[in-house]
């Protein structure tokens, strides 16, 4: 496998998929002794062009974030019942670890830079100001990579530094 791939080695997000986001939501704030975040709906398969497996996705998910310090951040997902890596991960692994996370410049050329290493994309999509790529690197990591890339790269990396 190439070195480093994807040009940095900070993760800024560890996600956890969950079958109940109020419930798991206070419990990580009374355990972390911060207010309760509000979740928020990812957008709809238009706006976020969502794609599972190479297919259009209606899928869905309730998210909400807690900073951790730095630039970590816990996100919690609960998702619908439409077809997604989160709910196949929900139904296949129970409540857990769903990914982590690492902003990267260049999502082309990273997923098919990870493709050729053994790690498929399994979902896209798009998000205001920027798109992400859940890859599945289970076989060699142990768990699924989230490449997200945001348009204003340059103030993101600044953040890193």
Do not use: C
């Not at 599945?136 to 340059?154: G, P, W």
């Amino acid at each position: 496998m190439n070195k480093n791939i994807l040009g940095t080695n900070v993760v800024v997000q560890i996600a956890i998929v969950v079958h109940d986001i109020e419930k798991t939501s206070q419990d990580f704030a009374d355990f972390l002794g911060v207010e309760k975040p509000e979740w928020r709906l990812t957008g709809t398969r238009e706006e976020a062009q969502t794609e599972y497996r190479g297919v259009p996705s209606n899928a869905r998910a309730k998210l909400a974030f807690f900073p951790l310090g730095g630039n970590l951040q816990l996100e919690l997902i609960e998702p619908d019942m439409e077809p997604s890596t989160w709910r196949e991960g929900l139904d296949k692994n129970g409540e857990g670890i769903h990914h982590i996370a690492f902003f990267i410049k260049g999502m082309k050329e990273k997923t098919m830079q990870l493709e050729a290493n053994g790690m498929t994309l399994i979902q896209k999509g798009e998000y205001t100001g920027g798109r992400y790529a859940y890859i599945d690197a289970e076989s060699t990591l142990k768990t699924v990579i989230e490449l997200l890339e945001n348009d204003d790269y340059s103030e993101l990396n600044e953040k890193q530094s």
